[in-house]
């Protein structure tokens, strides 16, 4: 599904700022995984899924997606940012909002209509599609932004710490949304966070990155029992074994 | 506590908003009156509040001036029109486009400072003193708060609002339309108001110095020539144009409030 060889980016190269983002990194998902990317603040995560949508020419290496090389936003793909009252243009309803990608769909207009209505129910907002992103909470606005990711029914779904911005308890909500979802969508999704547990709880597949350059410095198995609960997931020794190789990971204290 | 800062900060309501703006006007016509009657200020030059507005509503019952308001108004409204047209996609391509924007950079900084008053004789050479006079000098004068907040808009656009468009593969024009050109319109809006006083200063000064023709400027130009000067005709063409800005001030303002309610919800309330 997705394939990524020898990436590297470097900010400003040849200047006296030059930054080295990703160097020579390495990663495959396959279809349909639920796939987390955990790392360091600031260790090119961000860099590494702009590389993947096609929004950077990254300076070295290749991604390819569905076997097509991306040399600008390959089709059926959508990304979810971590800032969703950016993301979200304020100027239009949140059913606007919703149905504006399908515009690349060849969808008529009420065509493009229904599709948004039926993301917003499936983000439990059907109610609020006449609504302006200015008057829903936050947690509601991130929604409105993964029903525009869900409407346009991407095969590759790409989400930039989308939890980052929410109290606790909406971000565990929209954890569990994520879950919902890509049980009735058909995707692959990768997710960017910097949230140990998170991605843990919502992953198939944890991959950790070292600080920048980032490359992969883990990859783990999420083999968790039954359905993924808040509760009882979070205290079932599995995940607690995890989340703790996880973090030494993260802080680049490997034990394995 | 907070319940009492909060009603501080809460804007005074519509109608108290007017009924302060009208008690200020009544109070400075009263000032006028005061001056004129008491003789402080010689009637002859400031006639009182009262004879400049009465002579104000009977010239609207004079054909002539009609026609002298009508060529007026519709000088400012073509000018100020296809200033519109020209300066906000002139705005548009090069807060766009940075190489055009360089390029023309050193021409737009040596033209933008000349005062367009300056030009009304040159101008009259050219093409005469006719209604496209006054158009050309009112598109010239405008052209530049709309060129420099639609560019100043531009720049404001939020580089993820773009970003999120691209992500699902909309090409750059696209973008401009669908998100630079929405995300400006509140500045590109008040760039067109600011052009409004703007052209309805040019509309008026280019007639009172070309002098000939019609116009509410031709019409005081005329009544201050006269022996002896017209003095309420002045004043009271003076306040037909002052009240004009100020209507079409309120209604843009109000227009605005309308269209960008999400750019007031976003950036706060301010009057």
């Known amino acids: 599904m997705l394939e990524i060889d020898n990436l590297s980016h470097v900010y400003g190269g040849g200047t006296p700022n030059e930054h080295h983002a990703i160097d020579g990194l390495n990663l495959s998902v396959a279809e349909g995984e639920l796939l987390c990317i955990v790392g360091p603040s600031g260790c090119g995560k961000s860099t590494l899924l702009r590389s993947i949508a096609g929004l950077i020419t990254p300076t070295g290496g290749q991604v390819k997606v569905e076997g097509n090389l991306v040399r600008q936003t390959p089709d059926n793909l959508a990304v979810v940012f971590q800032d969703y009252s950016r993301s979200l243009f304020p100027w239009m309803s949140v059913a606007d909002n919703v149905a504006l990608p399908l515009r690349r769909k060849n969808m008529d207009k009420s065509r493009r209509r229904e599709a948004a209505q039926e993301a917003l129910e499936s983000v439990g907002l059907e109610a609020a599609g006449r609504k302006y992103p200015f008057q829903l909470s936050g947690g509601m606005q991130q929604r409105v932004a993964i029903a525009r990711a869900l409407a346009y029914r991407p095969t590759l779904m790409l989400m930039d710490e989308p939890f980052g911005s929410v109290d606790a308890q909406t971000r565990e909500d929209l954890e569990d949304l994520v879950l919902k979802v890509r049980g009735h969508h058909q995707m692959t999704i990768v997710l960017i966070t910097h949230d140990i547990d998170e991605s843990v709880y919502v992953g198939d597949r944890v991959v950790v990155l070292s600080k920048a350059p980032a490359h992969v410095v883990g990859d783990l198995k999420v083999d968790l029992p039954g359905p993924r609960d808040q509760i009882t997931t979070r205290e079932h020794p599995d995940f607690v074994h995890l989340r703790a190789e996880v973090g030494r990971l993260v802080r680049g204290h490997a034990t394995v | ?271």
Not at chain 2, 138 to 163: C, F, H, Q
Not at chain 2, 178 to 191: C, E, H, M
Not at chain 2, 204 to 209: D, H, K, N, R
Not at chain 2, 233 to 251: P, S
Request: overall charge positive; hydrophobic content about 55%.
């Open chain 2, 1 to 271: 506590m907070s319940a009492q800062t909060l009603s501080r900060a809460v804007p005074a309501s519509a109608t108290t908003r007017w009924r302060r703006r009208a008690t200020g006007a009544v109070c400075f016509a009263a000032l006028i009156e005061l001056l004129s009657r008491t003789g402080v200020a010689d009637p002859e030059f400031l006639p009182p509040a009262t004879e400049i507005v009465g002579r104000a509503a009977t010239l609207l019952l004079d054909a002539d001036f009609r026609a002298h308001a009508l060529t007026s108004a519709l000088a400012w409204a073509i000018g100020l029109g296809l200033a519109a047209l020209v300066a906000v996609p002139l705005g548009l391509l090069l807060g766009s486009v940075p190489i055009i924007d360089a390029a023309t950079r050193s021409v737009v900084e040596f033209l933008r400072p000349i005062p367009s008053v300056a030009l009304i004789p040159l101008v009259a050479l050219v093409i005469g003193t006719g209604l496209q006079h006054r158009v050309a000098l009112v598109v010239y004068a405008s052209l530049w708060p709309i060129l420099y907040n639609t560019m100043y808009g531009l720049r404001g656009v939020d580089p993820l609002a773009k970003e999120s468009l691209r992500a699902y593969g909309f090409g750059p024009l696209a973008v401009l339309r669908r998100v630079s050109l929405p995300s400006a319109a509140p500045f590109i809006a008040t760039g067109v108001r600011l052009a409004a006083g703007v052209a309805l200063i040019l509309t008026v000064s280019t007639e009172i110095v070309a002098g000939r023709g019609e116009g509410i400027g031709v019409f005081i130009y005329f009544a201050g020539i006269a022996v002896p000067a017209r003095m309420a005709d002045i004043l009271a063409g003076v306040f037909w144009v002052g009240l004009f800005g100020v209507a079409v001030n309120a209604l843009l303002v109000a227009a605005e409030r309308r269209a960008f309610r999400w750019h007031h919800a976003q950036w706060g309330e301010r009057e």
